[in-house]
């Protein structure tokens, strides 16, 4: 079975205290015997939280961004050596507000997915179309030229430390999730289009998270899917009662299997 995660996506939220305190109620209050929680809290509690984090089995940390660049001279920057360095496990990259609002196209994700490979990190990469898109009827292609101009480059032991997020921009943070069916459709596709470049096996062991509003009330008809391993939650993850609520989802909706 492909493995199963529900990751936290905290953005630029919360502070130490709060972050610390959240991270602990979540990890005294839910049991993740065989999937895995991930936690993306902001740099500056990154060792913070990787010292809480590594106390149980079934959570990690991520950061939820790295430099395209090795070091030097790029004030502000963190690069992928540093996090590798907290330990960190995995790192977001190409997510919707980082293309968006930094302008971070297909040739800069490249080199941060290669710098994340290079120091051990696990990338989650995300993908994902605009409103205009799935209007227009053009979603499907959207998501797969993504996918091709920043996966199909990978060597197939790349690809296999990779999880991928479908995260339609028009679910993010706005309430509206995708629906089940949706969901579907666009990770069976995803999967279509990388078993045009890499062997069958390799793909089917690839986990694809659904992003974009998922809450307490949708994460197990969304979880349920056969291409869905579970979820990348933003908003919903600073609410611990919400955040334990997703967990216990995927629990359930694996004991079902
Ligand atoms: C995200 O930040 O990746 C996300 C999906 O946010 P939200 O759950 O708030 O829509």
Redesign the pocket.
Known sequence: MRKKIVAG?W?MNTDKLKGSLLTHTVMEETNPGNFEVIFFPPFPFLSDIALISCQKQGFSLGAQNISEFDNGAFTGEVSAEMIASIPCKYVLVG?S?RRMYFNENADVLNKKLLKAYQHGLIPLF?CGEPISERENDNYLDFVSIQIKESLFDLTADQLKNTVI?Y?PIW????GKTANPSQAQEMHALIRNVLEEKFDQNLVESIPILY????NSSNASELFSQPDVDGG??????LKAEEFIKIIASMETVLRNK
């Open positions: 996506n953005k997510h507000e995300c997020a995260e679910a993010i943070g706005t992003g974009g509003s998922v990348l939650v933003g908003g919903a993850s």
